[in-house]
């Protein structure tokens, strides 16, 4: 049984606490502003939530900034300056990444003449998430409907317990092949749930803000 509560919501954030097999933590699903004052107030709103929440906290979505120019594929080079304010954020707040699989440059566009390819979708966790999730993993898949990538988050430290899995996936779908796209996700989860293992499909769209659409694989 998977019980959620919804702490906070606006078109960019949703924040939820979540409660599975008597563990409990909070998540965030966060699809950033694509103006950088506006990402800016939101790392430092992260960065209070850092400070009040003495507890397991998991980050995901599309963080539409970078920490570094090797995130980058293509393009001209950015300044150093445009990487500070989400850097402040990981300097300060005790986020990790998670560890990863498939190709973590998860968005691609054109800009210009010039095609870019970037890793603005992320997975993370402050030190006590990874502390009771050790063996947490995030999985970049192939591009479906999106410009973004879908990504499976891997949570169950428990890796003898097959059954105990509990898989989550991120999906930021901004334009065609949706219905493509999330019949191959349910597809994951019948597999997922032929293997005896707990699933959550988590569809967030981006089109008019951030959707959370939760799907279990025994529904």
């Given at each position: 049984?998977?019980?959620i509560?919804?702490v906070?919501s606006?078109a960019?954030?949703?924040?939820?606490?979540i409660?599975?097999?008597?563990?409990?933590?909070f998540?965030?699903?966060?699809?950033?502003?694509?103006?950088?004052?506006?990402r800016?107030?939101?790392w430092?709103?992260f960065l209070?939530?850092?400070?009040?929440?003495?507890s397991?906290?998991?980050?995901?979505g599309?963080?539409?900034?970078l920490?570094?120019?090797?995130?980058?594929l293509g393009?001209p080079?950015?300044?150093?300056?445009?990487?500070?304010?989400?850097?402040i954020?990981?300097?300060?707040g005790?986020?990790?990444?998670?560890?990863?699989s498939?190709?973590?440059?998860?968005?691609?566009?054109?800009?210009?003449d010039?095609?870019?390819?970037?890793r603005?979708?992320?997975?993370?966790?402050n030190?006590?998430?990874a502390?009771?999730?050790?063996?947490?993993?995030?999985?970049?898949?192939d591009?479906e409907?999106?410009?973004h990538?879908?990504?499976?988050?891997?949570?169950?430290p428990?890796?003898k317990?097959?059954?105990g899995?509990f898989r989550?996936?991120?999906?930021?779908?901004d334009?065609?092949?949706?219905?493509?796209?999330?019949?191959?996700c349910?597809?994951?989860l019948?597999d997922?749930?032929?293997q005896?293992q707990?699933c959550?499909y988590?569809?967030m769209?981006?089109?008019?803000?951030?959707?959370?659409?939760?799907?279990?694989?025994d529904?």
């Amino acid at each position: 049984m998977i019980k959620i509560d919804i702490v906070y919501s606006n078109a960019n954030l949703i924040d939820i606490f979540i409660e599975y097999e008597g563990k409990g933590f909070f998540a965030s699903f966060v699809h950033s502003d694509c103006d950088r004052k506006q990402r800016k107030l939101q790392w430092g709103h992260f960065l209070n939530l850092a400070s009040a929440r003495d507890s397991l906290w998991f980050v995901t979505g599309n963080f539409n900034d970078l920490l570094y120019e090797e995130k980058k594929l293509g393009g001209p080079a950015r300044p150093d300056s445009s990487f500070v304010d989400l850097r402040i954020f990981f300097s300060k707040g005790d986020p990790f990444d998670l560890r990863d699989s498939g190709d973590p440059l998860s968005w691609r566009g054109q800009l210009g003449d010039y095609l870019v390819k970037c890793r603005l979708d992320k997975a993370v966790a402050n030190s006590l998430w990874a502390e009771t999730y050790p063996t947490a993993r995030c999985q970049y898949l192939d591009y479906e409907g999106s410009d973004h990538k879908p990504k499976f988050s891997f949570f169950e430290p428990d890796s003898k317990r097959r059954k105990g899995m509990f898989r989550y996936e991120q999906r930021l779908n901004d334009n065609g092949g949706s219905e493509r796209s999330h019949s191959k996700c349910l597809a994951k989860l019948k597999d997922c749930d032929d293997q005896g293992q707990n699933c959550c499909y988590l569809d967030m769209q981006s089109q008019s803000g951030i959707k959370l659409n939760i799907t279990t694989a025994d529904e």
